[in-house]
């Protein structure tokens, strides 16, 4: 059955290889991202046609609640939501700016709780599934990465928590915690270095994670789980 599927932080890196693979399923697919031609340029890359790229900032409360009620207005229920918009501003905690604590915690954590309950709103009485993406680095912790992983840390609480309240709704919440993947976001790490530490030996590529998101997204009777895709790397941590 084909599904309106919202993925946020679209336009790039892994949640691009989840609208690739949706868009394959034969899912309507919107891409949101902070940048509306990055948006539109990823839709209409996309297999099918009726795709849809959206400009969104999901920290700010109020650009979230307009995507919505464009999207109910346009396209009807939301049947899968992904939310893969994410940022780091990597520094040891004592030279942390504020602001980037700020912007990091926004955007990665309260951005997800804004868009899910946005979410929730149009899957009610319907079903539907969500997938947030977390990191093993919200499980495991990283030196230099206290607020990132915190702001991770906090998506898996979070996910438990909205998974109990919304399970007798037929709506299931999950979420994927990938290692290093081939993204923006590790560009400028010595991969030579990273890749050492990853059991599996080599980085993943956003397509990997993808397909964690696809099974858990598909998986009837599958809530309120974590699912790492790391090669391995929390068993090395």
């Known amino acids: 059955m084909s599904r ?3 993925v946020f932080g679209g336009s790039r890196g892994i949640g691009r290889a989840v609208c690739q693979l949706l868009a394959q399923r034969g899912h309507r ?7 509306q031609q990055a948006a539109h340029a990823a839709a209409e890359s996309l297999p ?3 795709h849809l790229g959206l400009s969104c900032d999901v920290s700010k409360e109020e650009e979230v609640q307009k995507t919505f009620e464009t999207l109910s207005k346009t396209c ?3 049947g899968y939501l992904v ?3 994410g ?12 602001e980037d604590m700020v912007s990091v915690l ?15 709103r149009s899957m009610l009485g319907h079903g539907g599934a969500i997938v947030n993406i977390g990191s093993v680095v919200g499980l495991k912790g990283n030196a230099g990465q206290c607020v990132y992983s915190a702001s991770k840390a906090g998506l898996e609480g979070f996910t438990r928590s909205l998974a109990k309240e919304v399970a007798a709704r037929n709506i299931r919440v999950n979420l994927v915690a990938p290692g290093f993947i081939q993204t923006d976001m590790t560009a400028g790490l010595l991969k030579e270095e990273v890749v050492k530490r990853i059991p599996m030996g080599r980085f993943g590529e956003p397509a990997d994670v993808a397909q964690s998101v696809l099974f858990l997204l598909e998986s009837p009777y599958i809530t309120g789980q974590i699912l790492i895709a790391d090669g391995g790397l929390q068993l090395a941590m």
Do not use: E, P, Q, Y
Request: charged fraction near 15%.
């Open 4 to 6: 309106l599927c919202v």
């Open 106 to 120: 926004h955007t990665n954590l309260l951005g997800s709780m804004f868009t899910c309950r946005a979410a929730l």
């Open 29 to 35: 697919v919107v891409v949101v991202s902070r940048n």
């Open 48 to 50: 099918g046609d009726r």
């Open 87 to 98: 940022i780091n501003r990597d520094a040891l905690l004592l030279r942390s700016k504020s």
């Open 76 to 78: 009807g229920t939301v």
């Open 83 to 85: 939310n893969a918009a």
